[in-house]
């Protein structure tokens, strides 16, 4: 069995992440995903001014809302996961869970913004495909063609 992380961060581009870790399950691979997401730490004012435990759990508790829609998708698929959610700078952490939970790879997505725009990715991506150790997939989302450019096509 193959253990892969997907990076959620409750975006429609990071559902296209899940969304392809599912369709290779159906394809046949025999996988079990680890569903990360990483909050950002919160910063020296918010430490000063509130109980650093309050603002732990509810970034924990905003993190679980995040990653609700890829739970779903997942059962629904019928897919083997767990979830894994860390507070930290995200592309360092999500390597390290992918690391500390023994993954064999990484699947991220990126939003691509069309024409010239879909070659760049997110910079979260970007780092994670630069220091990672493992194999990282970046999922982009389909281009979705206007009406106007239809037009202009004909």
Known sequence: MVKIMI?????????????????LMQQGLDAHFVIAHVQKEASLLELATTDSDLIANA???????????????????????????????????LIDIAESTECEQIIIGATGQG???????????????????????????PEIIQVDEVDEAS
């Open 7 to 23: 990076a959620v961060d409750g975006s429609e581009a990071a559902l296209e992440g899940v969304r392809h870790g599912i369709k």
């Open 115 to 141: 024409g010239l725009g879909s070659i760049l990715i997110g910079s979260v991506s970007r780092e994670i495909a630069r220091h990672s150790r493992l194999p990282v997939t970046i999922v982009k989302l």
């Open 59 to 93: 970034s924990i508790e905003a993190g679980m809302d995040l990653v609700a829609p890829a739970q779903e998708l997942l059962k629904a698929a019928g897919a083997q996961y767990e979830v894994e959610i860390s507070l930290g700078e995200p592309a360092n952490t």
